[in-house]
């Protein structure tokens, strides 16, 4: 079956780092172009970040210089590290793949939720 | 960033047609910012209901479909059902490794 599964939410300070994963099953992370997407509480969805097949990686300027994505092959598994986090960064974080071939967002995680306060 | 635009708010009678839009701040939405259509149920995961403009996704019915309508990608719903009620995002791709969501769009069937 193909699936991602977040985890690695949790309660964080302020200035704090976290570091989330997304364990990809039935498919191969390294050889598709995999994204994060946040959801603040009642706000709508943001687009956080890109890694491609290749390697490289693009992130949405609210994130740029704090978070920085990467996966693992021999666990299948996509990261996003989070540093000097902050309020705003509170969301529910999802992964989900881009298809290349369809041009399209065609899986998506459930999410996992991270809280930065004191 | 660029700003993606969407009502934010639309009603619809049961067994009616509505249309949902998604534009650009500056410039004209086309084929080349792949749009795709997210539909959200409160407390779900998203799902994409409409991919590369005017692709449904697997299940989706044929009472929704996408386009182009002047400068905006469209999401038009026919004969619209109570399970319709969601919130509905679009996607661009704005190029250089950049997506960028409209703020949404909160379907009300009533």
């Known amino acids: 079956e193909v699936q991602l599964v977040e985890t690695g939410g949790g309660l964080i300070q302020p200035g704090g780092s976290l570091r989330l994963s997304c364990a990809a099953s039935g498919f191969t992370v390294r050889n598709n172009y995999m994204n994060w997407v946040r959801q603040a509480p009642g706000k709508g969805l943001e687009w956080v970040s890109i890694i491609y097949d290749g390697g490289n990686t693009h992130y949405a300027d609210s994130v740029k210089g704090r978070f920085t994505v990467s996966r693992d092959s021999s666990t299948n598994t996509l990261f996003l590290q989070m540093n000097s986090l902050i309020a705003d960064d509170t969301a529910v974080y999802y992964c989900?793949?881009?298809?290349?071939?369809?041009?399209?967002?065609?899986?998506w995680g459930q999410g996992t939720i991270v809280t930065v306060s004191s | 960033q660029a700003v993606v635009t969407q009502e934010p708010s639309f009603s619809v009678s049961p067994g009616g047609t509505v249309t949902l839009t998604c534009g650009l701040s500056?410039?004209?939405?086309?084929?080349?910012?792949?749009p795709n259509w997210i539909q959200q149920t409160p407390g779900q995961a998203p799902r994409t209901l409409m991919y590369n403009t005017n692709t449904r996704s697997s299940g989706v019915p044929d009472r929704f479909s996408g386009s182009i309508l002047g400068s905006k990608a469209a999401l038009a719903i026919t004969g619209a059902q109570a399970d319709d009620e969601s919130d509905y995002y679009c996607v661009l791709y704005m190029g250089s490794g950049v997506w960028v969501f409209g703020g949404g769009t909160k379907l009300t069937v009533l």
């Open positions: 989900a793949r881009w298809s290349m071939g369809q041009r399209a967002f065609d899986i």
């Open positions: 500056s410039g004209s939405v086309s084929t080349t910012h792949y």
